[in-house]
């Protein structure tokens, strides 16, 4: 009898890169890494010191540095690869982005890679869009983590203001992974019970939307003012979406995934909830949204098209 390996690759292993590789390590969801970037001497120093933590484990875990061609029995790829812009904008970082997973997506697919895709690279949606038109996959297979660490970013806010733990919080943010995203408010809830309800007759629960929607916006410009990076919020969302996928979870989590008419957008990524398991983005939950937030996720949506066309 076989048993399986999970094996997950990680292109561009900078701050996120490193910091991914470090949290499936640490949490045992995968059982080997390969580590691929062009910074060979970075590379080497990064998989020496995940070489290093791998004793203290309770499990163990086998680190590797690789080319692309070594990512074809990989079940998992993920993209972290490319820079950051210093003026406060995702979309900013476009140009660049399109030129690195435009170097390696089709050499990937072309070593025999045929498991699932998540990107991380900025303009997340953009990006994520551009690797599901060079890979050739099904949109399933092609993920962007999008919203997935925003919407933590929510519940945490949430969670602050009213007291209540964030785990029993269920709340998104959808659309673009950047200013243009939006909150779903009336389908935020505490374990259940709607918050817009709960507001009525309670005030720790009238939330200053806009305010609560700016401070998730620019909490990952909080982070980066003051390290130059965002590290450990970003790898947790890469390896619980990890976790999904191996344990074929049914989780819902808000992704960057293809429209096919949902929310009546089509042929764009962008982020919705949606159940995560063994085969990737699994069904799209389209929400029913009111009148005003289909307005702030349309125009989302038109925010990203905008960019697109440069492409």
């Known amino acids: 009898m076989g048993i399986k390996v999970r ?15 470090y949290s499936l390590a640490v949490q045992g969801i995968v059982d ?5 970037d062009i910074n060979k ?58 030129n690195v997973v435009n170097s390696f997506v089709e050499e990937v697919v072309s070593s025999g890679f045929n498991g699932i895709f998540i990107n991380i690279t900025n303009p997340c949606d953009i990006i994520t869009g551009q690797v599901y038109k060079l890979s050739g996959f099904d949109s399933h297979r092609v993920i962007g983590t999008g919203t997935c660490l925003d919407s933590a970013r929510l519940r945490e806010v949430i969670a602050r203001e009213t007291g209540v733990d964030h785990k029993s919080i269920i709340g ?41 929607l700016e401070e998730v916006v620019n909490a990952g410009w909080t982070t980066f003012k003051g390290k130059g990076a965002t590290e450990y919020g970003i790898a947790s969302a890469l390896a619980r979406l990890v976790h999904c996928i191996f344990h074929d979870e049914k ?32 069904e799209i939950i389209e929400l029913s ?18 960019h697109i066309e440069t492409v």
């Open 41 to 98: 001497e970075k590379l080497t120093s990064e998989r020496q010191d995940l070489v290093d933590s791998v004793a203290h484990f309770p499990h163990r875990v086998t680190i590797k540095i690789g080319e692309y061609k070594d990512l074809a029995s990989c079940d998992i790829v993920v993209i972290s690869a490319g820079g950051i812009t210093q003026d406060q904008n995702r979309l900013s970082e476009l140009k660049q982005s399109i």
């Open 251 to 282: 989780q819902v989590i808000p992704v960057s995934t293809l429209l096919s008419g949902q929310y009546g957008q089509s042929d764009i990524y962008t982020s919705v909830p949606a159940i995560i398991g063994k085969d990737g983005v699994e």
């Open 289 to 306: 949204l009111t009148e005003e937030e289909m307005k702030a996720f349309h125009q989302s949506c038109d925010v990203l098209r905008k």
């Open 7 to 21: 094996s997950v690759g990680i292109i561009g292993v900078g701050h996120v890169g490193a910091h991914c590789a």
């Open 172 to 212: 998104y943010t959808m659309g673009e992974h950047g200013d243009s995203q939006m909150i779903p408010w009336s389908h935020i809830s505490i374990n259940g019970k709607p918050i817009l309800e709960l507001a009525q007759h309670d005030s720790r629960f009238a939330l200053d939307h806009q305010a609560v």
């Open 32 to 36: 080997e890494l390969i580590l691929v």
